[in-house]
């Protein structure tokens, strides 16, 4: 099975910056990585993932401010967000999908608050 550990959360004043790390264990490549967010009362939604081939998916409510890497043969991807705003105050979660045949799966979350 594949587990993944994300870290670098916090709480940062609006305009700050964060970085967001995600490690990947197992013995699997992957086809996806990225990070999705959901906030109280809203459905989670995509942030930014990197795709075979390096084809990078942003949301529009972070293009420009958020930027998303990977390293791969570490297996770990990172999403440095700057210029915070409060609506960005989510739980961030790490995915992966499994090279081949398509499993994914999910981080347990880390909480961004981004608040005066």
């Known amino acids: 099975q594949v587990q993944l550990v994300e870290s670098g959360g916090g709480l940062v004043q609006p305009g700050g910056s964060l970085r967001l790390s995600c490690v990947a264990s197992g013995s699997f490549s992957f086809s996806t990585m990225g990070w999705y967010r959901q906030a109280p009362g809203n459905q989670r939604e995509l942030v930014a993932t990197?795709?075979?081939?390096?084809?990078?998916n942003y949301a529009d409510s972070v293009k420009g401010r958020f930027n998303v890497s990977t390293d791969k043969l570490k297996k770990t991807v990172y999403l440095q967000m700057n210029n915070l705003k409060p609506e960005d105050t989510a739980v961030y979660y790490c995915h992966v999908k499994v090279m081949g045949w398509g499993t994914t799966y999910w981080g347990h979350g880390t909480q961004v608050t981004v608040s005066s």
């Open positions: 990197i795709s075979t081939g390096t084809n990078i």
